[in-house]
């Protein structure tokens, strides 16, 4: 089976519909205000009626408070949560509680312990996302940051719930990533855009064709 592919950072609603109509199986939209694809919530608002049906709609979120939450998961009736900064376990949980909604949790990689704390994450979310350790600089975001971490430090990992690799990824690079990896999903932003938070129809197309190909 080809992996299932999130396409993130999503702020336009042609771009949505290119990646819908290219295969994507989740939609990502960014409200974190320092990230270049962050998503006002009167934009989000104004989103919604004009996104396609079919993909999984997954907010993504750096230490959010339940009333952010609340107004993006209203304001794009979503499907996931994704909790992309400092967030605990049991942080997690609440959510879940709150709202009803999987809750996918980003854990920074590095090295092969890194992959091996995902245990504390069972029973407290329905998804964990691997991506790689931000660059030790003030400007580096929790993710989107077109790095990557060696793929190879998840083949053969016993992970108890589904996973997504993210970091690097590009149209040129997915299908090693996938050979190295064995990822049963992946997650892509920075890789399909021409500038920071603009996507390339041309790139999105590429990357979902890429990714579903037989490998």
Not at 85 to 102: H, I, M, Q, Y
């Amino acid at each position: 089976m080809p992996p299932r592919v999130k396409i993130c950072g999503l702020k336009r609603p042609e771009d949505a519909l290119t990646a819908a109509r290219a295969g994507a199986d989740y939609l990502g939209f960014v409200f974190f205000e320092r990230s270049p694809r962050h998503l006002t919530m009167t934009d989000a608002v104004r989103l919604r009626d004009r996104l396609p049906h079919g993909p999984e709609r997954v907010g993504v979120f750096v230490d959010p408070d339940f009333a952010l939450l609340s107004a993006a998961v209203d304001a794009l009736d979503l499907d996931w949560i994704q909790l992309h900064g400092d967030e605990t376990p049991k942080f997690a949980s609440l959510v879940r509680a709150r709202f009803g909604l999987n809750v996918i949790k980003a854990l920074p990689v590095a090295t092969v312990a890194d992959v091996a704390d995902a245990r504390r994450w069972y029973g407290h979310a329905d998804a964990l996302l691997f991506d790689a350790k931000p660059p030790a600089t003030p400007d580096a975001l929790p993710g989107g940051n077109a790095v990557s971490f060696p793929w190879e430090l998840m083949k053969g990992q016993d992970i108890a719930l589904p996973w997504f690799l993210a970091g690097g990824l590009t149209p040129d690079n997915v299908a090693e990533a996938i050979r190295a990896s064995n990822a049963p999903a992946l997650d892509i932003s920075s890789g399909v855009e021409s500038a920071p938070g603009e996507k390339s129809a041309e790139k999105i197309e590429a990357f979902l064709k890429a990714a579903k190909s037989p490998i």
